[in-house]
């Protein structure tokens, strides 16, 4: 009887833990994405980018005109377009472009790791005809973003704010007794693109992050060569390093 019930036990332990794996699986799209924090719009987009299967992007254009171009890749949750006022005034001699990402925003479509991708390449060929260099930025989830573009493209320069190595190494640390390096099959592995990277780079981190630890910017930083310019920004959190003046201070000089 003892073991039966033991046995019973297990068996409903492991139901439950095979339940919560299986949630997580068919769930992950989103918990990566979050795009109902960027909606409803509140500032018309300026462009459109045209992609395949007739879904349209929108997005911001600061300082048109500008024969330098500066591509920003968001987080996974972030307003893009709340940044305007603020890459508009650090950056004054680059046009900047801010994608909202697919279901994102005004943005069509449903976001995966693949989808992005491919449409940030499409931004930057539309753009590389209108600039005679582009410098590219991404925070977050945009780092990863802007990572594998800047390894597919040439760019003049490449910011990263709170990158990571991969998505599963991130995810890995918020759920340590899930095997998510089997079941994440959006992985963002900026690792393996870095080494393919021959332009300056400068990796923003926050000494306070809970959610992408300093020891994956860490460990980023390894697989870049020559190795990146490094910044680690003291008191601050994963969403709050962007209210700190190293911060923008850092960008604005890197990427002028």
């Known amino acids: 009887m003892r073991w039966r019930i033991i046995i019973k036990a297990v068996v409903g332990v492991a139901l439950l833990y095979g339940g919560a794996c299986g949630l997580l699986f068919f769930e992950q799209r989103q918990l990566i994405y979050q795009p109902a924090a960027t909606r409803p719009v ?141 079941l994440l099959t959006d992985r963002y592995e900026s690792w393996r693109y870095a080494d393919r990277i021959h332009c300056p780079v400068l990796l923003l981190h926050a000494e306070q992050d809970r959610l992408v630890q300093p020891a994956r910017t860490l460990w980023l930083a390894t697989y870049f060569h020559p190795a990146p310019a490094m910044l680690a920004i003291a008191g601050a959190g994963h969403n709050s390093i962007d209210g700190y003046p190293e911060y923008a201070q850092a960008l604005g000089e890197f990427l002028q």
Do not use: C
């Open 42 to 182: 509140r500032q018309t987009p300026d462009f459109t980018l045209k992609r395949e299967g007739g879904v349209v992007l929108r997005g911001w254009i600061m300082n048109p005109g500008q024969p330098r171009a500066l591509l920003y890749f968001g987080g996974n949750g972030e307003r893009i377009e709340s940044e305007r006022q603020l890459f508009a005034r650090w950056f004054p001699h680059r046009t900047a472009y801010l994608l909202a990402y697919r279901g994102y925003a005004a943005s069509d479509g449903v976001p995966s790791e693949a989808a992005l991708i491919g449409d940030a390449l499409a931004l930057y060929d539309g753009v590389a005809a209108h600039h005679s260099g582009i410098a590219v930025a991404g925070r977050s989830l945009g780092s990863g973003v802007a990572t594998q573009l800047a390894a597919q493209r040439p760019v003049e320069r490449l910011a990263l704010i709170t990158p990571f190595d991969s998505l599963q190494a991130v995810a890995a640390a918020q759920f340590p007794y899930v095997p998510v390096r089997w």
